[in-house]
């Protein structure tokens, strides 16, 4: 029977409540817009950031303090502010959404290292690779949301960060791997340890503020019961930059419009007008400002607010500004900008970008799992061999083979060597040097 931690927690003034510390092997579920334990009731309290829209009075200022919170490991409101982005910010969602759909067609496989560890033999290499590749695909086959967690953890490249937790059965094994939500978790400082923080509060100081209780990587929370993916260059902060340049612009053209989209004017009024008259004439010229229709007294004049320029100002500067943010999601894959036209070509080269830039953090991806899930089960089962399998996951090159077959020969024949090892691992083929044919 687990026992909660009966540890006093620090008061928190400024929110005026703390949650429950998680006791040890907990785990961390999600319950509504804050998450708690098993079984606890959320409290209607603990809701407040439902009522909060970060996207009110959104200022540059605003946003710089947001990031600057974030440098410190305070991210709770930057992360929320984040949410908020990726689903009014259309250049921002497209381009979110455009990423993860070739991830989530990848299939992944347990895949056997192509460089045998010394000691074994050739028979004994793949008798235990086989027995390895069935524990890996058993545990993974084992857990209910694992397309679930593998788009979470590419999420990271747009919020900078990304937590798993390992939800277990009886036996200890993976059945469940649980998304957390990035505004309830928060760091000590820049590159500090990550805290559990279910109530989201404003804090740079989580051990204060929180208590060892919460510490990922803590007795309550320990590290290896996480799969944590980190990006330096998070696509969301110059994400959330553009967004507050975009509401502006848009601000600004829709003011725009507002003078010289609808036809309007100002009328001047004739030299004489009958006494009495005033207001009858006031009130057509007036009409006839407004765009209306009407007729105006002899010898008045009309002057149409016409453009002050000749070129739309707005366009080229949106333009730009999607520009910008998509050379930052793409990872500087210019041919997104230059390929011009909506035909076959340009679809092709727009696919295969994202397709890269998909294939490129799944492989990414595969790692968190290597380390944090494949090396705790072949452990487990096979303690004391080496890993000889490990989790795979990306884009299928099997149509590219004989093109790099064909590669490697012409290098062959130049008189270039390619490592084997390099070679075994791109194509998946065991491979043995050939016996030299000596003259009889």
Not at 119 to 135: F, I, N, P, V, W
Not at 316 to 339: C, Q, V
Not at 354 to 377: K, L, P, T, V
Not at 400 to 415: E, F, H, I, P, R
Request: hydrophobic content about 35%.
């Amino acid at each position: 029977m687990k026992t909660k931690n009966t540890q006093a927690q620090p008061k928190v003034k400024n929110i005026g409540f703390q949650a429950e510390a998680p006791a040890a092997g907990e785990v961390i579920v999600r319950g509504g817009i804050t998450a708690g334990q098993p079984g606890q009731t959320v409290n209607y309290a603990n809701k407040w950031r439902e009522n909060y829209n970060p996207m009110r009075s959104l200022s540059m200022l605003r946003a710089v303090s947001l990031l600057e919170s974030g440098e410190r490991g305070d991210t709770a409101l930057l992360q929320w502010t984040y949410r908020f982005i990726e689903r009014t910010n259309t250049t921002l969602s497209g381009l979110l959404s455009r990423c993860e759909a070739p991830l989530a067609g990848f299939d992944w496989e347990i895949k056997v290292k192509a460089v045998k560890p010394p000691g074994l033999s050739d028979a004994e290499y793949q008798a235990a690779a086989q027995k390895q590749k069935q524990t890996l695909e058993d545990a993974y086959n084992a857990i209910d949301n694992l397309r679930e967690a593998l788009l979470h953890l590419h999420l990271a490249d747009f919020r900078g960060y990304a937590h798993l937790q390992k939800h277990r059965d009886d036996g200890g094994a993976v059945v469940h791997l649980e998304p957390l939500n990035q505004y309830c978790i928060c760091r000590d400082g820049l590159f500090g340890d990550w805290f559990w923080n279910p109530n989201s509060l404003f804090t740079s100081s989580p051990a204060t503020f929180l208590g060892e209780a919460f510490r990922i990587g803590g007795d309550q929370l320990p590290l290896e019961d996480f799969i944590i993916r980190e990006c330096q260059r998070p696509i969301n902060r110059p994400g959330l930059i553009h967004t507050v340049r975009m509401n502006q612009c848009e601000k600004d053209w829709d003011g725009f419009i507002e003078i010289y989209g609808i036809p309007s004017g100002v009328v001047e009024m004739p030299p004489i007008v009958p006494q009495g008259k005033e207001s009858e004439y006031e009130t057509a010229a007036q009409a006839v400002a407004k765009g209306g229709s009407g007729a105006l007294p002899h010898l008045s004049k009309y002057y149409p607010n016409d453009a002050p320029r000749g070129t739309d100002p707005f366009t080229p500067r949106l333009k730009r500004l999607d520009e910008s943010l998509i050379l930052a999601g793409t990872g500087g894959k210019l041919t997104m900008l230059s390929e011009r036209g909506t035909g076959t070509l340009a679809g092709k080269v727009h696919d295969r970008t994202f397709e890269d830039i998909a294939d490129s953090r799944a492989r990414s991806i595969g790692e968190c799992f290597q380390q944090s899930f494949d090396a705790e089960i072949l452990d487990r089962a096979h303690p004391g061999e080496p890993h000889l399998v490990y989790f795979h996951f990306g884009s299928d090159h099997s149509e590219d083979l004989k093109t790099l077959c064909d590669n490697v020969l012409a290098l062959s024949q130049a008189g270039i060597q390619t490592d084997a090892a390099w070679l075994a691992e791109r194509t998946g083929y065991q491979l043995a040097e050939r016996p030299v044919m000596r003259d009889a």
